[in-house]
């Protein structure tokens, strides 16, 4: 706009200048000369206007709904998918303080700190996930009811299952008078076996990204009673190990699965189905089997037996035959 500045200025400046006039006397033919002065009248003052500018208002965005909790699962038929709540900001940090991050001890297992703002019989080892092979130890409580807490498995548990919970549910420690219970993170689990076991009842879970286990834990055995899904039990989902051996209630009217191996079997067959493939049990009738957990295996043979067609396989973590 600067041009049109000195347009003005220019403008005004002739508007002020004198403009002389010569007359011509009409009388004596004496030639006079008078000079006038007449004012011109200034041009219209010169207002620049900025043409009006609408902003439009932003429409106003819905907020995101918020994440749905995992909710308990009753059956393998029943899945539901986690998603991490974005919609909450992390708590502020005061100036100059520092979060102490728990380091492994001299016994290479790291203590978890009790959460103020959670019931220590809620905690869950989700929060350790990514730490596969690393071992971490709870602190438990004395409570008077393991009711209301959730614990997905037997011998391999999820990792959002209530540690002191499941605790309980190995053997480790009594509900009355607490205790502390070590884990170690492994890998998630295609399917968690239920089971009833020192009086909690686990559930059953399909895949899931994360487990834990107690290494201090008796392996499963008969002492838990898998009911409807001992069919879907095996050396894996249970967590027992090399030189283990136990005894399995296969309940009546079974639900085959899948099995790799004949006579000698990976660790990732149904035991049940493998039983009915060896000739121990029938599906029907169902029945008690036991079995030895082996190494591994240079390879597994598949075949056809009594109904059952298992499949070849290479070597792959423990293996099992049975004792009988």
Do not use: K
């Amino acid at each position: 706009m600067r041009h049109r500045d000195v347009a003005h200025r220019s403008v005004g400046g002739l508007a002020l200048a004198v403009v002389t006039v010569l007359v011509c006397s009409a009388c004596g033919g004496d030639d006079a000369v008078t000079s006038a002065t007449v004012p011109t009248v200034p041009p219209p003052e010169v207002v620049d206007i900025a043409p009006a500018t609408t902003v439009p208002t932003p429409p106003t965005l819905p907020s995101a709904p918020s994440s749905a909790a995992r909710a308990p699962v009753t059956s393998l038929a029943d899945p539901v998918v986690v998603v991490p709540s974005t919609d909450a900001a992390p708590p502020p940090v005061a100036s100059g303080a520092v979060i102490a991050t728990p380091t492994p001890g001299p016994d290479g297992v790291t203590d978890v700190p009790g959460n103020p703002d959670l019931d220590d019989w809620h905690e869950s080892a989700v929060e350790h996930r990514d730490a596969v092979g690393n071992s971490f130890r709870y602190t438990c409580p004395p409570v008077a009811s393991v009711d209301g807490f959730s614990v997905w498995g037997s011998g391999v548990y999820t990792d959002d299952s209530s540690v002191c919970a499941a605790a309980v549910h190995a053997g480790l420690i009594d509900p009355a008078a607490g205790g502390t219970a070590r884990i170690t993170i492994t890998p998630g689990q295609d399917a968690y076996v239920a089971s009833t076991a020192h009086g909690v009842a686990s559930e059953a879970y399909a895949t899931w990204p994360a487990s834990f286990y107690f290494p201090d834990a008796a392996p499963v055995s008969s002492s838990a009673d898998l009911g409807a899904e001992s069919w879907l039990a095996s050396v894996v989902t249970l967590g027992v190990g090399v030189g283990f051996t136990g005894t399995l209630e296969c309940a009546p009217s079974g639900a085959l699965g899948e099995v790799w191996g004949t006579g000698v079997y990976s660790g990732a067959s149904s035991i049940c189905t493998a039983a009915v493939h060896f000739g121990l049990i029938d599906t029907a009738a169902g029945g008690s089997v036991t079995f030895d957990v082996l190494g591994a295996q240079p390879e597994f043979i598949g075949s056809t037996a009594r109904g059952v067609t298992t499949h070849d396989h290479a070597t792959s973590g423990p293996a099992f035959q049975f004792s009988d």
